[in-house]
């Protein structure tokens, strides 16, 4: 499992978990669209906002390896803000690679993108 280096562990000052510190020996947990309500809780939505951005300072609009990324923070923007960069695909994979739908994440973060960066 690649471990993205420089890449914020946790959202500070919460328990939102962005990366994980060692691999599951029964092997990836498998990524899968959640659906964000609008009635969720605002520490939630901030927290999507901060992974978000930090994917985005991390790596951009180039495709980059899910590895030690928190397959739960993932699942939030899975499907929408982040796409698979490959078919096939395998959901279960920690070598799966991924990649920032920039327009629709610009849609869904605004702030992250105000600099006009995307």
């Given at each position: 499992?690649?471990?993205?280096?420089?890449?914020?562990?946790?959202?500070?000052?919460?328990?939102?978990?962005?990366?994980?510190?060692?691999?599951?020996?029964?092997?990836?947990?498998?990524?899968?669209?959640?659906?964000?309500?609008?009635?969720r809780r605002a520490p939630d939505?901030?927290a999507d906002e901060a992974f978000?951005?930090?994917l985005w300072e991390h790596f951009?609009?180039?495709?980059?390896?899910?590895?030690?990324?928190?397959?739960?923070?993932?699942?939030?923007?899975?499907?929408?803000?982040?796409?698979?960069?490959?078919?096939?695909?395998?959901?279960?994979?920690?070598?799966?690679?991924?990649?920032?739908?920039?327009?629709?994440?610009?849609?869904?973060?605004?702030?992250?993108?105000?600099?006009?960066?995307?």
């Amino acid at each position: 499992m690649l471990k993205h280096r420089g890449f914020p562990g946790r959202l500070p000052g919460t328990d939102f978990q962005f990366t994980l510190r060692r691999a599951n020996p029964k092997g990836a947990t498998e990524l899968t669209r959640r659906e964000r309500r609008p009635d969720r809780r605002a520490p939630d939505k901030r927290a999507d906002e901060a992974f978000m951005k930090a994917l985005w300072e991390h790596f951009g609009e180039e495709p980059f390896e899910r590895g030690n990324l928190d397959v739960g923070r993932l699942s939030w923007l899975f499907g929408r803000e982040v796409l698979p960069a490959t078919d096939p695909f395998d959901p279960s994979d920690y070598e799966a690679m991924l990649v920032i739908d920039a327009r629709t994440a610009r849609l869904s973060f605004p702030d992250v993108f105000e600099d006009g960066s995307a």
